[in-house]
């Protein structure tokens, strides 16, 4: 998991994703709307991206993307993600991560 805490601690928020991931187009979607710049790696492109699945999923990340974090911390996938912004808690995390300026 070093590499997978290395890199969500580089951004305010961070988005392990797969280019083919239609849910993972979604929730980068959403955040884009909203005007937060995630950091996101697209885990299929990647040289290491065998080994953060396999340390996401060691960790319970399950299914494992469209994983997010915020502030550093595991927030969930696109469900949790949706139902943080369908009960207006997903913008007011976003700003206390220093993701929002608004």
């Not at 969500?8 to 849910?23: G, Y």
């Not at 950091?39 to 065998?50: F, I, N, Q, R, S």
């Amino acid at each position: 998991m070093d590499t997978v805490t290395r890199l969500v601690s580089s951004r305010p928020v961070v988005i392990f994703s797969r280019s083919s991931c239609s849910m993972c187009h979604t929730i980068k979607s959403l955040l884009l709307e909203f005007g937060v710049n995630p950091a996101v790696y697209e885990l299929d492109e990647m040289t290491k991206g065998l080994e953060i699945e396999q340390a996401l999923l060691r960790h319970g990340r399950n299914p494992i993307v469209p994983a997010v974090f915020i502030g550093g911390e595991y927030v969930g996938g696109a469900n949790e993600i949706i139902s943080l912004h369908l009960q207006r808690s997903l913008q007011p995390m976003l700003k206390n991560a220093g993701a929002l300026w608004v």
